[in-house]
């Protein structure tokens, strides 16, 4: 088993900038691809973003492309989404996830543990 922990979530301003941390427990962390999604109320889950347990490759959403940042701290078992040029579109809960494995999965079924989620508000 393994349990994440969200952090870092908000208030900003549009243009403003916040990381998120998941702290995962556990052993064998560089085995599970993490990844970022996130809920706004009334709306289906969505992907975020998603990185390979070696950190050599990652997947992106289209709206986060190019303002997001997915990493990963190995030695420190936390996974990272540095969020830059918000907008208030960007307003959800962001919920970190692990999946065992090789394969980047991009929907909420392809991962088998989840955090608590951690708020994120972009104020216009």
């Known amino acids: 088993q393994v349990q994440l922990v969200e952090s870092g979530g908000g208030l900003v301003q549009a243009g403003g900038s916040l990381r998120l941390s998941c702290a995962a427990s556990g052993r064998a962390f560089s085995n599970y691809a993490m990844a970022w999604f996130r809920q706004a109320p009334g709306k289906e889950r969505e992907f975020v973003a998603a990185?390979?347990?070696?950190?050599?490759?990652?997947a992106y959403a289209d709206s986060v492309k190019g303002r997001f940042t997915i990493a990963r701290d190995n030695a420190k078992n936390t996974v990272y989404l540095q969020m830059n040029s918000l907008k208030p579109e960007d307003t959800a809960a962001y919920y970190c996830?692990?999946?065992?494995?090789?394969?980047?999965?991009?929907?909420?079924?392809?991962?088998?543990?989840w955090g608590q989620g951690t708020q994120v508000t972009v104020s216009s």
């Open positions: 990185i390979s347990g070696s950190a050599g490759r990652t």
């Open positions: 996830a692990a999946d065992w494995g090789i394969l980047l999965p991009t929907t909420g079924a392809g991962y088998d543990y």
